[in-house]
């Protein structure tokens, strides 16, 4: 059972939206921070935006106003709701868990297998 697991990306047009889901794993008992980042061919990986366990959140200036991030902490599940999406969104993207606590003990940092969005023009 892997810990992270996102799914939700495709194809979409410039304009459209999508909503990215990221599912942690049964072992995994909270979150303090969920991340969202994205790397798009021959760039490095970057910040797209962070959620507490609180629900406190923070997005690159590149998507702020654009996506949302939220969590459902009861059902282990973080959302990446984007809108007015641009060609320039084109990338992979992870989740990300950092300070995990785990039915095992404390992990700090998990990563997904990441999900391709590309958005057409």
């Known amino acids: 059972q892997v810990p992270l697991v996102e799914s939700g990306g495709g194809l979409v047009q410039a304009g459209g939206s999508l909503t990215l889901s990221c599912a942690a794993s049964?072992?995994?008992?909270?979150?303090?921070?969920v991340g969202w980042y994205r790397q798009a061919p021959g760039k490095q990986r970057e910040l797209v935006g962070t959620?507490?366990?609180?629900?406190?959140?923070h997005y690159a200036d590149s998507v702020k106003g654009r996506f949302t991030i939220s969590r459902d902490n009861a059902k282990n599940l973080a959302y990446l709701q984007m809108s007015s999406l641009k060609p320039e969104d084109t990338a992979v993207y992870y989740c990300?868990?950092?300070?995990?606590?785990?039915?095992?003990?404390?992990?700090?940092?998990?990563w997904g297998q990441g999900t391709q969005v590309t958005v057409s023009s």
């Open positions: 049964g072992n995994i008992v909270a979150i303090e921070v």
């Open positions: 959620i507490t366990r609180g629900g406190n959140t």
């Open positions: 990300n868990a950092d300070q995990v606590l785990t039915r095992s003990g404390v992990r700090y940092d998990y």
